[in-house]
């Protein structure tokens, strides 16, 4: 194979993975795009983080709509390194090929909105791990903590509140 088709054949692919991963990023819902956001804020404002991460794909999501404009969101998904560095004044996900030599970032987050809006109580819950580095453990600790948010926001509801009369 020649060396330009080669090439041709390398930057054709950088391409449609970065296309998939924005697509995929375009395709959630806000109040899931709320929470890769907020992961995406804290992953990238480490010092130690080189590169800029943007979201690569969900694993799994899930929301319980309890009513009263509540809902709790429960998203895991992957985060890429892109080949632009820190220094970069807009990581703009066009302008920012996915780098194929740094492993994934697998992000659990979950958090209660409130009217659309992320709700301060309980503290929204964001685990970013190198995916080599993530146990069974790990991902059992995630799941424990999101599902007792959603119970225990230790909020009073309409249905709860006994009238007197």
């Known amino acids: 194979m020649s060396r330009p088709l ?17 697509a995929a990023y375009d395709q959630l819902p806000d109040l899931y795009k709320t929470g890769v956001d907020l992961a995406l804020q804290q992953l990238n404002s480490h010092s130690s983080i080189q590169h800029y991460f943007l979201f690569f794909k969900s694993l799994s999501k899930s929301d319980v709509e309890p009513g009263f404009s509540v809902t709790y969101i429960y998203h895991n998904f992957y985060l890429k390194a892109t080949k632009c560095t820190r220094e970069t004044v807009d990581p ?32 929204p819950y964001v685990n ?10 790990m991902k059992m600790k995630r799941m424990e903590h999101c599902n007792s948010m959603s119970y225990s926001s230790g909020t009073v509801t309409l249905l709860g509140v006994a009238g007197k009369d």
């Open 6 to 22: 080669l090439l041709l054949l390398l930057t054709a692919g950088a391409f449609v993975a970065l296309a998939e991963g924005q």
């Open 92 to 123: 703009n996900p066009k302008k920012c090929p996915f780098r194929n030599d740094r492993p994934l970032i697998d992000c659990a987050v979950c958090y209660k909105t409130f009217s659309g809006e992320i709700d301060s109580e309980p503290k």
């Open 128 to 137: 970013c791990v190198h995916k080599p580095a993530l146990t069974e453990d």
